[in-house]
């Protein structure tokens, strides 16, 4: 099967949906002519012309326009070209795009897939490095989608784009040069589902993003020394996929949540409690969390690294649960 990166498998997805919509529109900062500062969205504005445009470095109205064009019929793909600037946005993000529907007695779609780019690259400091995914995770009607393969990228973004609901697309900045396979032909993957990545029997890890290749790369260290770690691929935060998280706890008795995301108030946080509530007694030691740091993320290239959970904490925190 062929490789691409997730920045061409996310530019694939964004053209056979606007091929097969042409009620689908692209818009945000830099994503025409430029292809957008990741590249994410290059040869669109050629191929699709006035439907890919350039906006102002202004996010409400970005969200806001989104929020009106979906309700006069399109299906509108907007851009913020950090997902750190969803601040300036929360409002029609929180209280528009989530609740609409359900304000107007469920007579309204919402057919908007936000994409954000999130996570630490290269010294991008503070306010262009963080991945506040958990935010919305207090909002009802969102949908919350963190991919972490191209493969996964295109499947869930043609899902998201279909979809009648609001949909949050978080892509790591890290992962847009990553490759994997990804198949030529049509294929869409299910909003609300985890995969299991990596099979184990001893502790369950739990992960998203970047996160996600991280675990897997402990998973490998930890079998060569005996311990076999089951490496779930969350997917997607909103839905969450209980029905696979708790089949793997329930079968390793272990568990341990890896984001890169501020532990305090992070979205291990929330997985956590539930699996607490319905899986306590499955559980042969504590669950164990490993976030970032509750700090703002430096400038330097240098010390940003300290904020991204490392395959050897990983490594030791499966060791330490390994001794219950």
Do not use: C
Not at 79 to 94: S, W
Not at 95 to 107: A, Q, V
Not at 115 to 143: D, K, N, T, V, Y
Not at 287 to 313: C, H, M, N, T, W
């Amino acid at each position: 099967m062929r490789k691409i990166n997730m920045r061409q498998a996310i530019i694939e997805a964004l053209s056979e949906e606007m091929e097969r919509d042409p009620k689908t529109v692209l818009f945000g900062e830099d994503v025409g002519k430029f292809g957008g500062v990741f590249g994410a969205t290059k040869g669109l504005h050629d191929k699709f012309g006035e439907r890919v445009f350039d906006t102002p470095i202004a996010e409400t109205t970005i969200v806001g326009a989104a929020v009106g064009m979906a309700l006069t019929g399109l299906r509108p793909i907007p851009e913020l070209q950090f997902g750190d600037f969803v601040g300036i946005a929360f409002d029609e993000v929180y209280n528009k795009l989530g609740k609409w529907r359900w304000m107007h007695g469920g007579t309204m779609d919402m057919p908007v897939t936000l994409r954000l780019p999130i996570g630490i690259a290269g010294g991008s400091g503070p306010e262009h490095s963080q991945s506040p995914q958990a935010l919305f995770m207090h909002g009802p009607g969102l949908h919350i989608v963190v991919p972490s393969t191209p493969y996964d990228a295109k499947g869930l973004l043609k899902t998201a784009i279909r979809n009648n609901d609001a949909v949050l697309f978080f892509e790591h900045k890290v992962l847009y040069d990553m490759k994997g396979e990804v198949p030529e032909e049509e294929y869409l993957i299910p909003l609300g589902k985890a995969d299991v990545k990596r099979e184990g029997s001893d502790v369950t890890i739990l992960a998203t993003a970047l996160q996600v290749h991280t675990a897997l790369k402990a998973a490998k260290t930890l079998a060569e020394n005996g311990v076999e770690a089951e490496v779930v691929d969350l997917r997607s935060l909103a839905p969450l996929d209980k029905e696979t998280i708790l089949t793997s706890v329930r079968k390793t008795g272990r568990v341990v949540i890896v984001h890169e995301e501020p532990k305090t108030g992070g979205s291990g946080a929330e997985i956590a409690a539930q699996i607490s509530e319905e899986a306590m007694f499955d559980l042969q030691a504590p669950i164990k969390r490993i976030g970032s740091p509750d700090v703002p993320i430096a400038q330097s290239i240098y010390l940003e690294q300290f904020y991204r959970p490392s395959e050897e904490q990983i490594v030791t925190t499966v060791n330490e649960l390994m001794e219950y």
